[in-house]
């Protein structure tokens, strides 16, 4: 088994303490420091993941929604908490390749999701992908 990076861990404990908020509200990177495994984690990128996403929380729905098949708020919290990583990562975090972001979403799903939920978050990511990195999709799918 392969050990897990401070990325990883990072994206891993954003999922959690985004879960918690959307159940409870408050603090998300509050509840992220609470977590085992915080102080594992490359903790620039999720305390950017947590405010990116707490933030924009609206926008980025708007953003994933044109590429779902039913409400958002029909997504498990889950779902939800990994489609909004990802989407913030496209939209504001150029420095990290988008292969690079649907694989983490992929790998968080499989953890943490629901059975072949990831598939799902992966052809959201892969639409929502195309339409904000247009230029690095289509290398990347010419490579491929």
Same mark, same amino acid.
């Given at each position: 088994?392969?050990? =897990?990076?401070?990325?990883?861990?990072?994206? /891993?404990? *954003?999922?959690?303490?985004?879960? +918690?908020?959307? #159940? @409870?509200?408050?603090?998300?990177?509050?509840?992220?420091?609470?977590?085992?495994?915080?102080?594992?984690?490359?903790?620039?990128?999720?305390?950017?993941?947590?405010?990116?996403?707490?933030?924009?929380?609206?926008?980025?729905?708007?953003?994933?929604?044109?590429?779902?098949?039913? =409400?958002?708020?029909?997504?498990?919290?889950? /779902?939800? *908490?990994?489609?909004?990583?990802? +989407?913030?990562? #496209? @939209?504001?975090?150029?420095?990290?390749?988008?292969?690079?972001?649907?694989?983490?979403?992929?790998?968080?799903?499989?953890?943490?999701?629901?059975?072949?939920?990831?598939?799902?978050?992966?052809?959201?990511?892969?639409?929502?992908?195309?339409?904000?990195?247009?230029?690095?999709?289509?290398?990347?799918?010419?490579?491929?």
């Amino acid at each position: 088994m392969a050990l =897990k990076t401070p990325r990883r861990r990072a994206r /891993e404990i *954003a999922l959690q303490a985004l879960y +918690a908020w959307q #159940l @409870a509200g408050g603090d998300a990177l509050a509840e992220a420091r609470a977590l085992d495994g915080w102080e594992r984690c490359d903790q620039e990128l999720a305390g950017a993941l947590l405010r990116g996403v707490t933030r924009s929380a609206a926008e980025l729905e708007g953003r994933i929604t044109p590429f779902i098949d039913r =409400k958002f708020s029909a997504l498990s919290p889950v /779902e939800r *908490a990994i489609l909004c990583i990802g +989407a913030y990562e #496209l @939209a504001e975090r150029p420095e990290t390749p988008f292969r690079v972001v649907l694989n983490e979403a992929i790998e968080l799903g499989k953890s943490f999701g629901g059975t072949d939920g990831y598939k799902y978050v992966n052809g959201v990511l892969e639409k929502l992908a195309g339409e904000l990195r247009r230029e690095e999709f289509a290398r990347g799918r010419r490579s491929a």
